[in-house]
């Protein structure tokens, strides 16, 4: 305990200058000239007051080492005391009652006692740190629901506070699918990629488009986009060809009519629309409630049925080869 006192300027006969002074001693502060006296002490001894002492106990490892030079060749973990002493009144009144021998007696003896002496405290933190990949990914993945939350924000903001210009985003964003519309579409597209190939033809007896056309109307397409070179375009008409063409690579001359319009649509389009289509299909239950009947069936009668309430495959035959007589008898009039 001397050695504390010592280390922290104190000592045991040294005055606690915490505390009051004493009012008795002539010369201290609000002293009474005509009662004081010279013989007594300005402030009380510590030992007389006592005086607290407070232990701190830090933890720390390797990642968290305070700068403190015997630290610097240490690898393990450390404990880091902090010593304070504070000259402070520490005195304690405890009052101890031996109680009643006889039942009823309302008196007691107690004994009070006033104690001097010193204060021990201790107190211990610490700070351990380690790599934990597990809280790594947790920490980021629970980031990224604050990172989406600007753009929530600004989403609300164009498809709702823009005026007219939310009324196209909002249809880019939430369109609607139907069966109908999506097959009107696909159909609607190979027909306009048929007349395309029809017109790019520079051969009117040709029935294939050769690499040569293709690059041709690849560059009459793409003649305006800056950056876009002969020798780039040459590229893109052979990926495009190569794609097309990908079933008979090597012996195929061109793209015929068939392949370049199907292109426009999936693999499986025929085979989706086959079932789709036929006759007598018993319908899934879903199907039901999330595709009505009228999405995916004709809702009048363009064609021809037969007495089964079928098409009648043999007059649709006929049809279609009276329209392509008269389209051919139009287009040679048109070249005549």
Not at 59 to 83: D, M
Request: aromatic fraction near 10%; proline fraction near 4%.
């Amino acid at each position: 305990i001397e050695d504390l006192l010592a280390k922290a300027g104190h000592s045991m006969d040294g005055f606690n200058m915490g505390t009051v002074p004493n009012w008795l001693r002539c010369g201290s502060p609000g002293a009474n000239a005509s009662l004081c006296r010279e013989d007594l002490l300005p402030y009380p001894l510590v030992r007389l007051s006592g005086f607290d002492i407070k232990f701190s106990l830090s933890y720390y490892n390797k990642l968290f080492y305070p700068n403190f030079p015997e630290l610097q060749r240490h690898s393990g973990p450390a404990c880091i005391i902090s010593v304070l002493v504070n000259p402070v009144w520490s005195s304690r009144i405890v009052s101890d009652c031996e109680p009643a021998n006889v039942i009823g007696e309302p008196h007691s003896y107690c004994v009070s006692r006033y104690y001097y002496g010193i204060t021990v405290t201790y107190s211990t933190t610490g700070v351990f740190g380690y790599f934990d990949l597990r809280t790594l990914i947790l920490a980021v993945g629970s980031m990224f629901a604050y990172f989406s939350l600007p753009g929530l924000i600004i989403g609300a903001m164009t498809l709702y506070l823009l005026g007219p210009i939310s009324d196209f985003y909002r249809c880019r964003i939430e369109r609607k699918l139907k069966a109908d519309d999506e097959c009107c579409a696909l159909v609607c597209r190979a027909l306009a990629s048929s007349s395309s190939f029809q017109q790019g033809l520079m051969d009117d007896n040709s029935q294939k488009m050769t690499k040569e056309t293709m690059l041709a109307l690849v560059q009459q397409a793409f003649s305006r986009i800056e950056g876009l070179e002969l020798q780039d375009q040459a590229q893109l008409s052979e990926l495009v060809f190569d794609r097309l063409t990908e079933k008979d690579k090597g012996g195929v001359e061109g793209i015929e009519l068939p392949v370049f319009a199907m292109n426009t649509c999936h693999k499986d389009f025929g085979e989706t629309l086959h079932e789709l289509f036929r006759e007598n299909r018993r319908m899934w239950p879903l199907e039901y409630v999330f595709a009505p009947h009228w999405q995916t069936h004709r809702k009048a009668a363009l064609f021809r049925r037969n007495t089964r309430g079928g098409l009648d495959m043999l007059a649709l035959q006929h049809a279609i080869e009276n329209t392509m007589s008269v389209r051919r008898d139009h287009l040679a009039e048109a070249t005549a």
